[in-house]
């Protein structure tokens, strides 16, 4: 199967050369290290060297110069193939060129290449706006890739025994159409495939991950540097208590926000901007907040005759009832996290939020194993724990289980895998002893596969359903071990626990039964609104 996707327009750029993101275009579509050395790249109606001059001079030729911003000079299209189809180089290039053929004709000057440094066999055509023998301007109407773009790209498929979008699909080329349009306006995007992995779980970028969590260091900056301020009575000295912290500082100018200066937190890898962190953090603005504190007050002059009032009040000291033992318990936690200091404590540093966030964390689970197995008792906590280690036993024999269906196809996989990054070797290797060499070691691993009993049509989709079984598996296992820790904490607190406060969960949250009755009023209500 392949699909056809109009990218977009080329227009003329904000600055620079009229012609630049044009030429860019065109470089980028012919560059030879993606297209083996220029190997499975051509041209139509002009020449790869000297395609650029050749649209210019049409448009020139015509009057089609316009200086406006929104001028059309080009058209950009992709032509996207099925990786399950494992589609040649060869055959994707005839179908690009035979593409171009067809549906351009005569009548525009346009580029086209193979980009085999992917992983999923892909086109580019880059064709001219204005038509070569009328001097019309290409026009696109709606409904036009159904009609005339894809029927053409599907003809060239059966030609070459390849799936048409609608044998993939089933559905017709207008349906394929709307739904896209649908999608787009819920604001559902395609992803490609070698990046849903990724982006499914941790990106190795770690600034991103760490934008992504509760405390990130932007968060920690701010915070830092609005404490600098309020110490501080001038720039230098706010630079002191900068520097005495730990940070570092640096200045700079830029074209857009003037000077700025950039800082790095203890543990950070590089320096960040400070007015990335917002209008309040840039340079001038950090210079006013921390003068506005040295301005002297507005001095009020009492008059003559005025009586001042003093009122006064009363307060009746309230005697203290005895904490429980629940509440005991509960207070004891909130000094270790550090939510009530016994005294005043120094600066926190990023490192001291992300702990005290990972106490939270543990504690809100230990909380949530409390209500959900109505531990009151140190005999309870010892039930709830074994339940949790057999949820975790449980998780690993599963794992095991899986891993035993999945052996005797364990090499078979990774011959696949094997042959796959041998035959992308394939297109970047020159010398001809080594490619029959990586040749002849993807036929013996054809072989071998095929005595497997497992088809070439039945591994992608063995080696998908696997991968996604094992991580659901390893985030199971990972949220079990974690109610183990959990229980284990929860049970320890209990044994050094002199009195069972099962009377007090009742009080703040009820009985079961109670709770039950709650809830099931409720759905109650609800159903008769």
């Known amino acids: 199967m392949a699909i056809t996707k109009i990218i977009g327009a080329i227009h003329p750029p904000k600055s620079g050369s009229r012609y630049k993101v044009l030429n860019n275009t065109i470089e980028y579509i012919l560059n030879p290290e993606k297209t083996a050395g220029g190997l499975y790249t051509g041209a139509r109606n002009c020449f790869t060297d000297t395609a650029l001059a050749d649209m210019v001079r049409t448009k020139e030729y015509y009057g089609k110069t316009s200086s406006r911003k929104s001028e059309r000079l080009g058209y950009h299209m992709t032509i996207a193939f099925s990786p399950e189809e494992q589609v040649s180089p060869e055959v994707a290039f005839h179908v690009v060129s035979e593409f171009a053929e067809k549906y351009l004709g005569k009548d525009y000057e346009a580029v086209y290449s193979v980009h085999t440094d992917c992983g999923h066999m892909h086109g580019h055509i880059c064709f001219n706006s204005v038509n070569l023998r009328t001097g019309y301007k290409y026009r696109y109407e709606d409904g036009d890739w159904a009609k005339s773009i894809q029927p053409v790209v599907d003809s060239l498929c059966q030609k070459y025994g390849l799936h048409t979008l609608s044998m993939d699909t089933g559905v017709t080329n207008e349906e394929y159409e709307q ?108 210079t006013e907040r921390i003068l506005v504190k040295t301005k002297p007050m507005p001095e009020y002059v009492i008059p003559d005759g005025a009586v001042m009032l003093v009122p006064v009040r009363y307060f009746v000291r309230m005697k203290r009832r005895p904490l429980s033992a629940a509440m005991k318990r509960y207070y004891a936690r909130l000094y270790r996290l550090g939510v009530k200091p016994h005294y005043p404590k120094r600066h926190l540093t990023y490192q001291d939020v992300k702990a005290a966030a990972a106490a939270a964390d543990r504690m809100e689970r230990q909380m949530d194993l409390v209500v959900r197995y109505q531990i009151g008792t140190a005999e309870s906590a010892e039930e709830a724990l074994s339940r949790c280690i057999r949820e975790m036993d449980a998780v690993k024999e599963e794992q095991k289980a899986v891993a035993g269906l999945h052996a005797p196809y364990k090499r078979i996989v990774y011959l696949y895998k094997r042959r796959r990054k041998l035959e992308e070797k394939l297109l970047s290797v020159q010398s001809p002893e080594e490619r029959a060499g990586i040749r002849a070691d993807c036929e013996r691993i054809t072989k071998e596969i095929e005595s497997s009993g497992l088809s070439e049509e039945q591994l992608p989709g063995y080696i998908e359903n696997y991968d996604a079984k094992r991580k659901e598996l390893r985030r199971r296992l990972r949220d079990a071990e974690e109610n183990v820790k959990a229980a284990q904490e929860v049970r320890k607190e209990f044994r050094n626990e002199a009195e069972p406060y099962t009377g007090e969960m009742e009080k703040f949250y009820g009985s079961v039964s109670d709770r039950e009755a709650a809830r099931r009023s409720g759905v109650q209500k609800g159903r008769a609104k």
């Open 179 to 286: 739904q896209q349009k649908e999608r787009k306006k819920q604001g559902y995007y395609r992803k490609r495939e070698h990046q849903t992995e990724q982006r499914a779980g941790k990106s190795n970028n770690k600034y991103h991950n760490d934008a992504r969590e509760p405390y990130a260091w932007n968060t920690h900056l701010c915070a830092a540097i609005d404490q600098f301020i309020l110490k501080s009575s001038s720039y230098p000295e706010f630079e002191q208590h900068i520097r005495e912290a730990g940070y570092q500082i640096k200045s700079g100018n830029s074209e857009k926000y003037g000077p700025y200066i950039k800082i790095k937190a203890p543990g950070m890898g590089i320096f960040r901007k400070t007015y990335q962190l917002g209008k309040e953090y840039t340079l001038p603005r950090i």
